[in-house]
């Protein structure tokens, strides 16, 4: 506690709470994210902490969740955490750990502390955790995934993540790449304790250790995954079949105590949905690591499952390419949101499992999220503004639609229908997930899954500022990218907010995206299935599970 | 026929009638018919396509098929009624009482079965014996139809078997089980004469050592007359006339059975003195049965009241002679036993066609990637002859012998390998259709065998008559067409209106026909015949073979008619060519090639051929095994493997010298002409009856 | 005999040849690339451009064409696995050794430890469809075409023409339907894994079902209109007029010749069962090589198709040698050659 | 050498020559499998081509009343899709797409197919072993792997589809018609049209290819159900017609997931595609019957 009161960023988190400029969730998170503990940010905030969920003591059994079996052989290169992490989840362990309502807290971490200008990290390892091994879990093993993860040629998403903070563009044989900034970017201290030094400001560094390619290997391991890697996780994998199942066995000198359950399987039960469906009637999984949409009504009817949800800031954007015709002009663009009733969206395509989304891609689930007047769905207005674009008979395009959400289809369907209504005509095009990517920057149209992150202007950040990698759609403002700079450099939450809004009114006016919904995941279970909560990003942790006979 | 049936009656059939059932009804194909055979005797049933008797056949076997049923009357078989026998007595008639020797052995066994296999069955299963006594059984039975090597045939498939020998495996096959009574159902129809004659041999043989009953079924008068000694006619299901096979020939005295005779070629007339007398019109359908006399409309005789009410009452004219006419007294007043004579064509000397060393090798397979041997078919070998305009050129052999070959060169369906040809002045030997001129195409038309692939199902008849005289720039406007595609069917004979009609609607002398109509629509100087009747009915090919002699008489046409058939090629050829494996045996005019000096291969021809005149005695002289095949040919004389007048070594060594006879006659043979003249004759005539002419 | 098998290598080399190409020419058509399947959706373009051109995928169709063949046949080393491109690609066996199919984008692993296990799943369900398919289809496909036009014919008959009138996904569905969800004697997914509390065989019940009644009413079908015909055959009659019995007649005359024509189409169902599953894959879960096709194909991984297809056309075309071999000693009257 | 069979033995005499029988299409009502084949197509058809003037909701609005309860109803007849959409509606727009389709590429594959195995049947040697290899190639291909491999690379359309039916089933088509061909390249009407120097295309077209037609309108028949079918697993595997327009397929696809609580969902469409197949392998059945008792 006395680390946590010497927290040169206290001060103003506390008078921030205190003057009602942050609410004390926020707080919470913004408290625990500089290293504050979250047991006394809770207090602090004078919010009775939720016991989190503990194991339910060694009862032993088995459990098997329904999935993908997907390659996992290369953690630091994994492309998606839904379903490759979740089998090195169990054995390999991140550094921090962000709970499902936002809120980083230590892992192998034990506590950090971060210098008054977010630049200089310091962070301390937690002792006696061990390799499955049993060697010792030291700076050195956290210094060679650090190092790892941002060597270009690996090529992990993590320099896509870290890239503004530890990176800089370099030209090798004329190519571009990158490399770590400086020598002394990461710092080993001692044998406990690591430091990052910082090229930028940076806030968000414990939740990017939680981003899921940042998975904790033995160097011995060379980056590779396999059948009895070392991990400091709970479990060991000790069979794996590609596009079949997964088993992985309970440790039993865990560093974090008593596992749960004895075994854990992962069953692969293919794209159907009503496969997975079969499979959870017939009683041959005890649950999904996540449903879609599509089989919510059916797995409700099951009566011997649980319902798990949690909202998130998970979305499909449906973002328009602003240098291709018709969508280079601003009236073109709004008049594709003002076409959209995003409740019809979150009914068709969601169920109702989510919120509607008022087309500017901060959520509510964000915590600088700022309430502006939500756009108003007016058919005539966007028809005015067609034909003041000198579209009087309407535009038409083309939606490309990633097939691996199935949901993408159904608020693309609906969006369709109410396009039509203002003279928009848009054909859809499916196309497989993969080969999406390779196109996702250049089609005029598209639909981009954007997962949950845990700040609104991250997304911002990230989509919508001129030139950035993941622009993609040409977005350029420059209006927009001095404030939302601005933004990233205001701790103050309040004005963070009022920067916000300005950025969310640009968004609606004359941003690239018609955003109509922010789902929840969730999931079903069985009922036997006990310690279960629901993760935004659909990990899994599956020693803190037990399941009843 | 009506009368009670005998006591020592074998089989009797007594009113049976017979009809298949359909969606639209029943549909008589017997109606009415009674037939004793007693046992020992041979009876045979002739008729032409259609008739009933294979149904007939088939109601004593108790075979009917789902659709058949004996409708009325009673067949008897050894005192057991047939028509009333529950499936396991039929099955021991079958078995043991009553054996079928089938028309076409190439279907009649199971092609997946060993002969063994297929013909131990029979004692295993209804004389219990073991697998072993069986064969045995088997293998003495192969011995007594005079296969070689009977153990190996046992162990082979059918299909490496030859036709003879398949007709004799399942002649073999029915005489295992001892039956009483022997059906022959056309046993001989498709193969070579030469074969027939030696399985006709085979029955009377075996008739006479097992003294097995038979009922023998043909539309061949000439084999009828050969093996029975009791003849029934059928038309239209009825029997239309019974009698002992001798009194039938000499005193037919049914209208149709009279027809039917005058349509046979025989050995003994020709074009000249003779023309066939074929019956109007075509058989009614079964649905459209006419009322009393099923032969009414198309007998000249036809006497409404007397022959079109009731059903007709057969009346005996003769011992042991019956007869369904009931105008049969008075013959001699409506039938004409001459009909209008044409005169046929005279040939002139203008020559049209002429071979010299023609030769037509195939080669058989390019085998893959130069594995296995390259082997060659020889089909045609220094063919050298010639037709004059006006002729008819008969081409005679077996199957195998090249004719059909030479028949497509010189139409241009194919083209030769060396030698020439000169039809008109060219040379068309090396000139397939696609390189011949429109005048060369007119002028060489072709008719073909089967009646039924001559017109493209898909167009009418008169299409590709329309389309000849299109190409050949007879006629090019729609009215010009119309009217000389009616111009044409009017010289075949055939009503204007069939050809708005597709070949289904069209029998088969009707198909014929037009197939003549197109082959004349380009007005050919030659026209080959490749044996454009030899499917045909017999009194259909009287038709045909009239028409044939008298377009030729008007528009002076040489004809290149080939044939299986020696009587037929008596009657209308004025030069004969014999070949046998690709080469020239033979030839000359017709009368020299049907008397001495014969070449041995001729000889053994016209000793084969069915004679339809039980008074007719021939020579006997039958050929071992049969034609070898084309791909390995002999050295010598291509005969000499089966010449029964074989010299020796000469014969398979060197070829025949080509000997010349008087009148233009050749033949290839070592045995000088001299020698072979000194033979008997063929035919002899046992008594002759009054009024036959002498045969040649 | 040696020229036939010579001739028939040839031509399955040529096939294989010829098919490979097409199959290579066929993926230009589809978005994305190798370097960019290979590195995910998130690495940088910088990252995918330096792959792309260190996997020479700049290069003509025919001259990557020329080197994916060198692979195969073990000319070559797999570019994907050199060690610098730092893609932690290893295959056990080696980088070059005839057979190698190479890496697959889609599993990021060598193809050869992909396919094999696949294969044999897909065998398994082939196998027990197979063997149910066929004696079913011969009854059934004999006792109708023995009597032509008798009720049970018809019955026969009429049930073979709905049966492959049913899509294999729409007979899968209901069965589940009503198999699982309804009544819950069955499991509805097949993983081959015994953990559920369901055993394997349970598990292959359903899918076993859905390849049978789809497959067996085309089979009967052919069985039965050969039947028919060689029923009405002349041989036939001649061993029913040699007093032969019924039963007789039909098993030792008519069976083996009606077996003749349906033979070459019996084998082919292997062909079908082999590749033709993936509807039932996908219905159930399967861990087949339909489904993992399916999915090679959505993601455009060239490797695992050629490999798929491949394998998939030595099969059929072994399995066409088969039945020509077969369909000779069936046939005493078919000389091979 | 062979004479007239006088094979009136187990079946009924020959047929009348004053009575041949009439084109296939007349005869159509003897047989009752046509019938009731040829009354499935006409159902669809007619409901396809009436679909625009049927009261019916737009195939593709979606009934946000209808999603709490999507079972059928009388505002819905067959109920509702999990997006609300009109099922009833649907399948009778959907029809116009599988019934323009399927015939459409089946056609498609005819006019490739024919030529191409009259070409190797009439003309034999290279000409033959050309065609029937590339043929054989095609035809060794397992046929689902090819449609999958074609249409996860060059995109679900309709065009697409006709593409990869016109590739998978033209070497089946030319086969068979190479068979064909076979049968009458040497029957004497073939030898007759030679002799009157009619050209190579005129032979083939002209003489054979009418001749063909028997066991070709049955092949045509089963090849649309097929069609069909493969329409329908395409869809079923994600790789249908692009949305939102029905396609069958996907529409069964779609309703799979809720199978256990809305059965209605995929129970219709899969009605609906089996009725259709099952009308065209009817129709074919029945055809070649009829073209058998020839």
């Not at chain 2, 009614?284 to 007709?312: H, K, N």
């Not at chain 2, 009657?571 to 070949?579: G, K």
Request: charged share 20%.
């Amino acid at each position: 506690m006395t680390d946590d009161r010497d927290n040169p960023h206290l001060k103003t988190l506390t008078k921030q709470l205190a003057d009602g400029r942050m609410d004390r969730r926020e707080f919470i998170r913004h408290a625990c994210l500089v290293g504050i503990s979250a047991a006394s940010a809770y207090a602090m905030a004078g919010v009775p902490m939720a016991t989190p969920a503990k194991a339910q003591g060694a009862k032993g059994g088995l459990l098997r969740i329904g999935t993908r079996v997907k390659e996992i052989k290369s953690p630091h290169t994994y492309s998606w955490g839904g379903y490759d992490s979740n089998v090195s989840r169990q054995v390999l362990e991140y550094l921090t750990f962000t709970d499902e309502k936002g809120v980083t807290q230590p892992y192998l971490f034990e506590k950090w502390t971060v210098s008054p200008d977010l630049k200089t990290w310091t962070f301390n390892v937690r002792k006696g955790v061990k390799w499955s091994n049993g060697q010792d879990f030291t700076a050195d093993h956290v210094i060679w995934n650090l190092k790892r993860v941002l060597e270009p040629a690996v090529g992990s998403s993590m320099i896509g993540l870290m890239k503004g903070y530890m990176l800089d563009d370099v030209t090798v044989d004329g190519k571009a790449s990158t490399k770590i900034w400086s020598d002394k970017a990461i710092e080993k201290v001692d044998d406990y304790t690591v430091r990052l030094n910082c090229k930028t400001p940076q806030v968000a560094v414990p939740e990017h250790l939680f981003h899921y390619p940042m998975a904790i290997m033995h160097p011995d391991s060379k980056g590779v995954f396999e059948v009895g890697s070392l991990g400091t996780g709970p479990f060991t994998l000790t069979e794996f079949e590609l596009g079949k199942k997964a088993v992985l066995k309970a440790r039993k000198d865990y560093w974090g105590g008593a596992v749960g359950i004895d075994t854990m399987e992962q069953i692969d039960v293919g794209d159907d949905a009503s496969a997975a469906i079969a499979a959870l009637a017939s009683k041959q999984i005890h649950g999904l690591v996540f449903a879609d949409p599509g089989q919510y009504d059916a797995l409700k009817a099951l009566p011997h499952l649980n319902f798990y949800d949690v909202p998130t800031a998970e979305t499909g954007v449906i973002r328009m390419r602003c240098d291709q015709k018709p969508f280079d002009n601003p009236k073109v663009r709004k008049a594709m949101r003002m076409a959209i009733d995003p409740e019809v969206v979150l009914k068709v395509a969601l169920r109702g499992l989510g919120v509607a989304a008022e087309h500017h891609h901060c959520s509510p689930a964000h915590p600088d999220y700022a309430q502006i007047p939500p756009m108003k769905r007016d058919v005539a207005g966007a028809k005015k503004l067609l034909a003041e674009a000198g579209f009087p008979n309407g535009v038409s395009s083309e939606l490309i639609v990633p097939n691996d959400h199935a949901w993408f289809q159904s608020q693309a369907e609906a969006c369709v229908e109410m396009w039509k209504e203002a003279g928009i005509t848009v054909k859809l095009t499916p196309m497989p997930g993969a080969a999406y990517w390779d196109v996702w920057t250049k089609v005029p149209m598209g639909t981009t899954i954007w997962y949950h992150r845990p700040l609104a202007i991250m997304c911002l950040g990230l989509a919508y500022r001129t030139g950035v990698p993941w622009n993609e759609s040409g977005y350029s403002n420059k209006d927009f990218d001095a404030i939302l700079t601005e933004a990233e450099g205001t701790l103050d939450m309040t004005k963070r907010k009022e920067l916000v809004a300005k950025l969310e009114t640009i968004m609606q006016e004359d941003g690239p995206l018609v955003q109509p919904v922010f789902r929840s995941t969730f999931t079903f279970m069985d009922k036997r299935v006990k310690g279960f909560s629901m993760h935004p990003t659909n990990y899994m942790f599956a020693w803190k599970l037990s399941v009843d006979a | 026929m009506s009368a009670p049936p005998a006591p020592d009656g074998l089989l009797v059939l007594d009113h049976v009638k017979v009809e298949y059932v359909s969606s639209v009804g029943a549909v008589t194909a017997i109606p009415d018919l009674s037939i004793t055979i007693r046992a020992g005797e041979s009876y045979g049933l002739v008729g032409e396509s259609g008739c009933g008797k294979s149904t007939l056949l088939m109601a004593i076997m108790g075979y009917l098929g789902p659709t058949g049923r004996i409708a009325n009357g009673r067949i008897v078989f050894d005192g057991a009624d047939v028509s009333a026998a529950d499936p396991a007595s039929l099955a021991r008639i079958r078995g043991r009482g009553c054996s079928i020797v089938y028309q076409d052995p190439n279907a009649a066994l199971n092609p997946t079965l060993t002969i063994g296999k297929q013909l131990i069955e029979v004692p295993m299963l209804h004389e219990g014996v073991d697998a072993k006594t069986a064969r045995a059984k088997a293998r003495q039975i192969l011995t007594d139809v005079h296969l070689p090597d009977p153990d190996a045939v046992l162990d082979r498939y059918p299909h490496q078997l030859s036709g003879g020998q398949k007709q004799r495996v399942v002649i073999a096959m029915a005489l295992l089980a001892n039956p009483k009574l022997l059906l022959l159902d056309e046993p001989t129809t498709g193969l070579d004469v030469t074969v027939e004659a030696a399985v006709l041999d085979l029955v009377n043989e075996l008739r006479e050592k097992y003294g097995t009953t038979l009922l023998y079924i043909s539309h061949n008068l000439g084999v009828i007359a050969k093996v029975c000694d009791r003849v029934g006619v059928m038309y239209l299901g009825d029997l239309v006339e019974e009698a002992p096979v001798h009194e039938l020939f000499a005193n037919p005295r049914h209208p149709y059975t009279r027809r039917l005779l005058a349509c046979v070629p025989r050995l003994d007339t020709d074009k000249h003195t003779t023309t066939f007398l074929p019956i109007p019109g075509q058989p009614p359908s079964l649905a459209g049965r006419p009322r009393g006399c099923s032969f009414g409309p198309r007998c000249a005789g036809f006497d409404a009241p007397r022959c079109g009410v009731a059903p007709i009452p057969e009346e005996p004219a003769g011992p042991g002679h019956g007869v369904r006419c009931v105008r049969w007294r008075e013959l001699d007043q409506f039938e004409k036993t001459d009909a209008e004579h044409v005169a046929p064509a005279t040939p002139g000397v203008e020559q049209v066609m002429r071979s010299a060393d023609l030769s037509k090798v195939y080669d058989l397979g390019n085998a893959f990637m130069g594995f296995g041997s390259s082997r060659q078919l020889i089909a045609n070998e220094d063919l050298s002859f010639q037709a004059n305009k006006g002729e008819i050129l008969a081409i005679v052999g077996e199957s195998g012998s090249g004719k059909s070959t030479f028949a497509r060169i010189l139409a241009g369906l194919q083209d030769a390998s060396a030698g020439k040809l000169m039809v008109l002045g060219d040379d068309l030997s090396r000139m397939p259709a696609h390189k011949r001129t429109l005048e060369q195409l007119a002028a060489v038309q072709m008719v073909f065998q089967n009646p039924d692939a001559t017109l493209n199902p898909s167009h009418t008849a008169g299409f590709s008559i329309g389309r000849a005289l299109k190409k050949f720039g007879i006629a090019q406007s729609r009215k010009d067409l119309d009217a000389r595609v009616k111009e044409l069917f009017g010289m075949v004979r055939l009503s204007p209106h069939l050809a708005r009609q597709r070949p289904g609607r069209l029998s088969g002398g009707q198909k014929q026909r037009v197939a003549i109509a197109r082959a004349f629509a380009g007005d050919p100087k030659l026209l080959v015949a490749d044996e454009p009747v030899s499917a045909l009915d017999v009194s259909v090919q009287a038709a045909i073979v009239n028409l044939l002699l008298q377009i030729q008489a008007r528009n002076g046409a040489t004809i290149v008619f080939i044939s299986h058939d020696l009587a037929l090629v008596r009657h209308l050829a004025d030069r004969v060519v014999v070949m046998y494996l690709g080469r020239v045996m033979e030839m000359g005019p017709v009368s020299s090639i049907f008397s001495p000096p014969y070449h041995p291969y001729t000889e053994a021809l016209l000793a084969a051929v069915p004679v339809p005149d039980p008074t007719v005695k021939q020579k006997h002289l039958r050929l071992e095994g049969e034609p070898p095949s084309p791909i390995n040919v002999p050295l010598g004389c291509r005969f000499a493997a089966r010449c029964p007048r074989k010299l020796g070594p000469v014969c398979d060594e060197t070829p025949p010298p080509e000997q010349a006879a008087p009148d233009g006659h050749m033949i290839a043979c070592h045995i000088p002409v001299a020698v072979l003249a000194r033979v008997t004759p063929i035919f002899q005539r046992v008594q002759t009856p009054a009024g036959a002419a002498n045969p040649s | 005999m040696g020229g036939y098998i010579i001739k028939r290598g040839a031509s399955l080399i040529l096939t294989l040849f010829a098919a490979s190409f097409l199959v290579f020419a066929v993926t230009e058509f589809s978005p994305s690339n190798v370097a960019r399947k290979t590195l995910g959706p998130f690495a940088l373009q910088s990252q995918v451009d330096i792959l792309y051109e260190k996997l020479g995928l700049q290069d003509p169709l025919a001259v990557r064409y020329t080197r994916w063949l060198g692979v195969l046949l073990g000319l070559k080393a797999d570019p994907l696995q050199d060690p610098a491109l730092g893609l932690q690609f290893k295959d056990p066996r080696g980088d070059k050794y005839f057979g190698n199919f190479g890496y697959s984008t889609l599993y990021k692993a060598p193809v050869n430890d992909v396919i094999w296990s696949r294969l044999k799943a897909t065998a398994a369900l082939a196998g027990i469809a197979f063997a149910l398919i066929v004696p079913l289809s011969l009854l059934f496909g004999v006792l109708a075409g023995m009597r032509e036009g008798s009720g049970l014919d018809r019955t026969i008959s009429v049930f073979g023409i709905i049966a492959t009138s049913v899509p294999e996904f729409a007979s899968g569905v209901f069965l589940v339907a009503f198999f699982v969800v309804t009544l819950g004697w069955l499991p509805g997914t097949s993983p081959l894994d015994s953990g559920g509390g369901w055993p394997i065989w349970s598990q292959m019940i359903l899918p076993v079902t859905v390849l049978v009644l789809y497959d067996a009413g085309y089979v009967v079908r052919m069985v039965r209109g050969s039947m028919a015909e060689v029923m009405n055959k002349a041989y036939i009659r001649t061993a029913v007029l040699k007093g032969l019995p019924m039963r007789d007649v039909v098993v030792r005359h008519a069976v083996r010749n009606a077996m003749i024509a349906p033979f070459t189409v019996i084998l082919l169902q292997i062909n079908f069962l082999i590749s033709g599953v993936v509807v039932t894959e996908m219905v159930f879960a399967y861990p087949g090589f339909g489904r993992m096709i399916l999915d090679a194909s959505l993601f455009g991984d060239i490797a695992l198709i050629e490999a798929a297809t491949l394998i998939a056309l030595t099969i059929a075309i072994l399995t066409q040698l088969v039945s020509d071999v077969g369909y000779a000693v069936l046939n005493p009257q078919i000389r091979l050659a | 050498m062979s004479a007239t069979i006088d094979n009136a033995a187990a079946a009924p005499l020959t047929a009348p020559v004053d009575k041949a029988p009439p084109s296939l299409l007349r005869r159509l009502p003897q047989s009752r499998v046509a019938m009731v084949g040829l009354g499935l197509i006409i159902f669809w058809v007619a409901l396809a081509t009436l679909a625009p003037l049927l009261p019916l909701d737009p195939p593709n609005k979606q009934d946000l009343m209808a999603l709490a309860d999507p079972r059928p109803s009388a505002r819905h007849w067959l109920g509702t899709d999990f997006k609300g959409r009109d099922i009833l509606s649907r399948l009778i727009w959907g029809a116009r797409t599988v019934l323009s389709v399927a015939p459409l590429a089946a056609l498609a594959a005819y006019l490739v197919g024919c030529p191409l195995g009259l070409a190797a049947g009439y003309y034999g040697g290279k000409v033959d072993t050309i065609i029937s290899r590339i043929s054989d190639i095609i035809l060794s291909f397992p046929i689902i792997i090819l449609y999958v491999i074609l249409i996860a690379n060059i995109g679900p359309s309709a065009l697409n589809i006709v593409l990869a039916v016109v590739l998978t089933a033209a070497p089946g088509i030319a086969r068979i018609v190479r068979g064909l061909t076979l049968e009458q390249r040497h029957l004497d009407y073939i030898a007759a049209a030679q002799l009157r120097r009619e050209s190579a295309l005129y032979i083939m077209f002209i003489e054979l290819l009418p001749n063909c037609r028997g066991p070709l309108i049955t092949d045509f028949c089963l090849r649309v159900g097929y069609t069909i079918i493969t329409i329908g697993i395409l869809g079923f595997l994600g790789l249908g017609l692009p949305p939102p327009d029905p396609d069958w397929g996907t529409m069964v696809k779609e309703g799979t997931a809720m199978i256990s609580v809305r059965p209605h969902m995929s129970l219709f469409p899969s009605i609906a595609i089996v009725s259709l197949i099952l009308g065209f392998n009817l129709l074919a059945d029945g055809v070649r019957e009829l073209s058998l008792r020839d």
